[in-house]
């Protein structure tokens, strides 16, 4: 049997822990541009006002977890909420993604949003989280909590 100096078996094991490094990096850089594409589409389909293309964004058995209600739960009740904003005028949305990691076929994501009116009148700002589920090749919200930066409305 070969022995080998422990300077080689160390120089092997460097460049073993680095390619590791750099295909981890390469993952986690895919997740990120995969659910910031998803957040798009999502954001698309708010500004047409399609509240079934937002909800499609969703798992099935997704849960959404509004200020002020229930825990709102599966897609077609994320539809109904959806379109009762659109209809209030909430159509507009901007996604900060700050923090995004995924773990295989899950991942979560930290970041801020702004909901300008068409006025340009701040309708809500602040920060949420998301966990994300890779179904058939394609991230989609699967449970989704934010909390406003907005004042609580006087009393």
């Known amino acids: 049997m070969r022995r080998y100096s422990n300077a080689v078996v160390t ?4 460049f073993v822990l680095l390619l590791g490094v750099q295909v981890a990096h390469a993952q986690h850089s895919k997740t990120r541009a995969d659910i910031e594409a998803a957040n798009q589409e999502l954001i698309a389909a708010l500004a047409r006002g399609d509240a079934a293309g937002v909800a499609a ?3 099935l058995d997704a849960q959404m977890f509004p200020a002020n209600s ?3 739960s599966g897609q077609a009740a994320i539809e109904k909420l959806w379109q009762e904003w659109i ?3 909430f159509t507009n949305l901007t996604l900060e993604a700050v923090e995004v990691e995924g773990f295989g076929d899950t991942a979560h994501e930290v970041g801020k949003y702004a909901m300008p009116g068409k006025d340009g009148k701040m309708l809500d700002e602040g920060k949420y989280v998301v966990i994300w589920k890779r179904h058939q090749g394609k991230w989609k919200l699967h449970r989704d909590i934010w909390t406003t930066n907005m004042p609580a409305p006087a009393q």
């Open 87 to 89: 209809t209030a005028g």
């Open 11 to 14: 120089l092997c094991t460097f």
């Open 57 to 59: 964004a969703y798992t």
């Open 70 to 72: 229930d825990v709102v």
